[in-house]
């Protein structure tokens, strides 16, 4: 397994981004994998982060240190109007292509097969894709709290900022959201 | 003895929480270059302040399509007097109700006039008449 801990991927640890083209570079993978995890679709992830990225343009003049809680919330946002209105245009409108499937479409997780050795990275996509289609079959808010809290190490009130809900909240939907993982995920427990 | 069992619990789930940390940056590590390109391609974008071009049919679009539909059958019986039925208007009786409704105002005028009525009885206007 790969752990090697790139720049996008220690979060907590790092120091603030001193520009907001800095920061948005480095939680770009990031925000791809949890609109991907939310949305199932490889384009409608990227729409959503772009979207997020533009709206956190109005708050560039914010302190570096308010980025992080508010992008998340922004894609957060994001994710749920696509889902929004992708349930629209399959309950109205079932001649639009993109929306024939509605949520049972389903694109397969994007994974570079570029690794030195295949076999390695066929098991890390498998691994990753049993860990993926069980995260996907949590109620959303329990997903976003896992996702926030474990996956991208926000502390408990930045988590909770990003969801817009308590501290409570967060620990109950977490806890939950972890029994469900562990009883889908025996192996790693 | 619910100490013991709580640390239990709690070590569990920092092991729990680590594979599942391990296996997100493994996938972090792995996204595909062309998403990489595309995720640089709209931050550039989204740093100017444009959007990327939409995908596929997007919802306006849809509408719009259907508002000209409409409006193109709406106009094309307007236009065919034999799709009307009996009780519809002809263009021609529309015209001239447009026409007649014009004209209203001068008509009321020489309703009120006195010296119209009297010129009606005269001579010229029988002459008028004749011609």
Known sequence: ?189 | MSTLHSDDTLHSHDNFDRAMRDQYRDALQHVSPATRTRLAANRHAAMRGESMPARGWPLGAVFGGLAAVVFAITLGLNFNPGLNGEGGARPGAVVAVAVAASDLPLVTALDQDPEFYAWLTSSDAQLMAME
């Not at chain 1, 490889?42 to 982060?49: C, E, I, K, S, T």
Request: proline share 5%; glycine share 6%; charged share 30%.
């Open chain 1, 1 to 189: 397994m790969n752990v090697d801990a790139g720049p996008e991927s220690v979060p907590r640890f790092a120091a603030p981004a001193a520009t907001l083209d800095a920061f948005l570079a480095g939680i770009g993978t990031r925000a791809f994998r949890f609109a991907e995890s939310g949305l199932r679709s490889r384009d409608d992830a990227l729409d959503a982060v772009q979207d997020a990225m533009m709206k956190m343009l109005a708050y560039r003049e914010r302190p570096a240190t308010e980025w992080t809680p508010l992008f998340w919330s922004i894609l957060r946002s994001r994710i749920i109007d696509t889902q929004r209105r992708r349930t629209f245009r399959l309950r109205w409108l079932p001649f639009d292509g993109s929306a024939r499937n509605g949520d049972d479409r389903e694109d397969p997780i994007d994974w570079a097969d570029d690794g030195p050795d295949p076999a390695r990275t066929h098991d890390g996509r498998e691994a990753y894709g049993k860990f993926a289609v069980a995260l996907q079959s949590l109620p959303r808010r329990q997903r976003e709290a896992f996702s926030l809290r474990v996956l991208e190490e926000l502390d408990v009130a930045d988590t909770a900022r990003a969801m817009g809900c308590s501290e409570g909240s967060v620990k109950t939907h977490l806890s939950r959201a972890r029994n469900a993982l562990q009883k889908q995920l025996e192996d790693w427990r």
